[in-house]
Every structure is written in structure tokens, then in C-alpha cells.
């Protein structure tokens, strides 16, 4: 089940769309690239903390996580 919700769009999550769009112009549009990255590399690509939170809580409520996160 796991892999199939990582080959999903990064669109189902219910986050902003000022969000997605800093995800997608790096080239993150699904939930395994998304998973890949920890909240350092968020901030990276101007993912401000608290994005990086709401990122976060949405992946958990998949079961998913950022990298590095519990």
C-alpha cells in the first residue's frame, strides 16, 4: 500500500498552493520524491518552517514521512 501512495501526486495533499508550486518547479510532484527530502532540504528551496510542519503533518496522516522525520 505504502509504495502506491508514494507513486501519488504531491496534489492530493491539502496544503497550500503557493507550497505545491515551490515543490514542483524543484521537480518534487510526488509523495516518494517528497519523502526523499528532509526539512533541511525544504529550506533549501524557501520552504519556510512552518510549511515544512504542514508538509509534514499531511505526509504523517498518510503514514508517510519527511526524511529523517518519526
Given at each position: 500500500m505504502e509504495e502506491k501512495l508514494k507513486k501519488q501526486s504531491i496534489d492530493r495533499l491539502d496544503i497550500a498552493d503557493s507550497i505545491i508550486k515551490k515543490l514542483?518547479?524543484?521537480?518534487?510532484?510526488?509523495?516518494?520524491?517528497?519523502?526523499?527530502k528532509s526539512k533541511s532540504d525544504l529550506k533549501k528551496i524557501n520552504i519556510e518552517q512552518f510549511e515544512a510542519n504542514a508538509i509534514n503533518i499531511e505526509l504523517q496522516l498518510l503514514g508517510l514521512n519527511l526524511n529523517g522525520s518519526l
Open positions: 514542483k518547479d524543484n521537480k518534487i510532484d510526488t509523495l516518494e520524491k517528497l519523502c526523499q
